[in-house]
């Protein structure tokens, strides 16, 4: 039954590339999809409306400086339905350079948020491995979407490139249901530590894993 369900959440729905045009309708889902994860809690507040516009933004500024980003889509119809942004090996850390240039896009979060997002980045920043990866993240289903087996697909699609190139794959997550999810393509937790004061797990998966 569950299989069944998930089989008609997936149904026409194709997964590709992402159209530069279709960036600020991929930020939508991104920003909708994750507005209640716990670490987005801790961040950016209490308040949804506000969580919802401060991670489109921070999304969005991120996103226009960072021109090695890949970004694979699940899409019905011309509608986006999830997306993942995907950084190639060699490319998810931040020049100097460019942690300045985010800096007008975090002072619009407030001082008291941006604080916390630096926080939280460099907590991210200071367990990126050292070998080469293939960073995925930030990746969501739209949010009345979730569950229907569509994370599945733009996986299996992610997945089946690492297999393709060889290469290591490497993400963080901040809620234990995502774990799993993720340990069924193959990604093992190599570290568990608190950000914000929330859990959040490091995962790591080797070519051929799974
Ligand atoms: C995590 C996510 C990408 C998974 O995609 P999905 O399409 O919901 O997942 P699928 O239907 O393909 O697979 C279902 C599995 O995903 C996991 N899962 C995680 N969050 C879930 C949610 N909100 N609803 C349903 N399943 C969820 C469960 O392990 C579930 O397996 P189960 O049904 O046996 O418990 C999606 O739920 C999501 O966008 N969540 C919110 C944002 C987020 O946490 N993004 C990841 C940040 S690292």
């Known amino acids: 039954m569950v299989e069944e369900n998930r089989k008609s959440g997936t149904e026409g729905v194709e997964v590709r590339g992402l159209h530069r045009d279709e960036l600020p309708e991929a930020v939508a889902v991104l920003a909708r999809g994750m507005r209640d994860n716990p670490l987005h809690v801790a ?24 021109p090695d980003l890949e970004f694979l889509c699940a899409a019905r119809g011309g509608a986006i339905l999830a997306v993942t942004a995907i ?74 490139r690492l297999d393709q190139d060889g290469t290591t794959g490497y993400l963080e997550t901040d809620k234990g249901v995502n774990v799993r999810f993720y340990e069924r393509f193959g990604y093992e937790v190599t570290e568990e530590a608190p950000v914000l004061g929330v859990p959040n797990w490091f995962m790591a998966r080797r070519p051929g894993a799974r």
């Open 87 to 160: 950084a190639p090996p060699g490319t998810c850390r931040m020049s100097p350079g460019r942690r300045l240039r985010m800096l007008p896009h975090l002072s619009r979060l407030g001082p008291a948020a941006a604080l916390r997002v630096l926080s939280w980045a460099a907590a991210w920043g200071a367990r990126d491995p050292d070998e080469p990866h293939v960073h995925l993240g930030p990746l969501a289903v739209d949010a009345d979407l979730q569950g229907r087996g569509i994370g599945s697909l733009l996986m299996r699609e992610h997945c089946a």
């Open 43 to 66: 961040a950016y507040g209490e308040d949804p409306h506000r969580r919802w516009l401060s991670h489109g933004r921070l999304v969005a500024g991120l996103f226009s400086l960072s």
